[in-house]
């Protein structure tokens, strides 16, 4: 890995146009909006980019997309998840060749799979690339559940799993990777609402869908935070927090793309069988946005 992860990892929404297909000039407005606000790295293809509703044309049309725009401005981190070993590592793969600086890998099973089988999973696609790999916690969104003495020991035991995601909402879990992993671990905080103590914590970075709304703020904290700066960036955090607890009350497309179109970009709507945002809460998303940008 050329530069290093850290910081503010933002994770964009993939547009669709009125027909359906993916709107790649409205992507890449949004990776300018974001790079030129100061994010410390694009990643594309997460939950919040909706890489599981789209079909392989599409997603490797979005990955090599956001690569060549980003156009190693800051490092790109690409999702790679798929349901079977082969089609994640196959990504992997595409990733590799288009360019990107690492990739992420959730566990995405029909059936409930064994810490034998993620290890098997996650060994596998490590093996099938040389970038370095993220392999990443949400047990909200795939039912499983890694802890973190197992998440530490892959990246101890496979030599190229070097990243830990925690998304479980858990600040002692992140607690628990810096004892297990003597601080050497870098992990990052996929939880909006614990980005404040997940960097007091020690989290290398907070992969956030909020600079698609609120760029300049959310780096803003950041900055301060690392400058030890900390009642300025506790009360500004404090300003954005409405907002990042309202993004996690529905899926992060359904709100981002909702929100989108009130800072002047239109990114469509999610893709079915999500739906878009019901007009009083999109009003309010809108107000809140409004607010931190005020």
């Known amino acids: ?32 909006r974001m790079i030129d606000a100061g994010v410390d790295a694009i990643a594309p293809l997460g939950s919040t980019g909706e890489s599981a509703y789209l079909d392989e044309r599409e997603w490797q049309q979005v990955a090599a997309a956001c690569v060549e725009h980003t156009a190693g401005r800051v490092p790109t981190v690409v999702g790679v998840s798929d349901l079977t070993t082969a089609a994640t590592a196959r990504r992997a793969r595409f990733a590799e060749r288009s360019g990107a600086t690492a990739v992420m890998v959730l566990p995405i099973s029909y059936w409930s799979l064994t810490r034998a089988e993620l290890r098997a999973h996650f060994t596998a696609v490590a093996e099938s690339t040389a970038l370095p790999v993220m392999v990443y916690n949400n047990p909200a969104t795939t039912g499983i559940d890694m802890p973190p003495e197992f998440l530490v020991d892959l990246v101890h035991e496979v030599e190229n799993i070097t990243m830990i995601k925690e998304s479980s909402g858990d600040i002692g879990r992140m607690h628990r990777i810096v004892e297990l992993g003597g601080g050497r671990v870098p992990f990052f905080n996929g939880s909006n609402p614990l980005a404040l103590r997940a960097f007091a914590a020690g989290a290398a970075g907070w992969c956030t869908a909020a600079p698609c709304l609120v760029p300049e703020r959310v780096v803003e904290f950041w900055r301060l935070l690392r400058a030890g700066e900390t009642d300025s960036a506790t009360a500004l955090f404090d300003k954005l927090e409405p907002l990042l607890t309202a993004l996690v009350s529905r899926g992060l497309p359904t709100t981002v793309k909702s929100a989108l179109r009130s800072t002047g970009l239109d990114a469509g709507d999610p893709r079915r069988p999500l739906l878009p945002l019901e007009p009083e809460p999109a009003r309010e998303l809108d107000a809140l946005v409004a607010a931190v940008n005020a």
């Open 1 to 32: 890995m050329t530069r290093a992860i850290e910081g503010i990892v933002a994770y964009p929404v993939t547009p669709f146009a009125a027909a359906g297909r993916v709107d790649t000039s409205a992507l890449a407005r949004l990776l300018d």
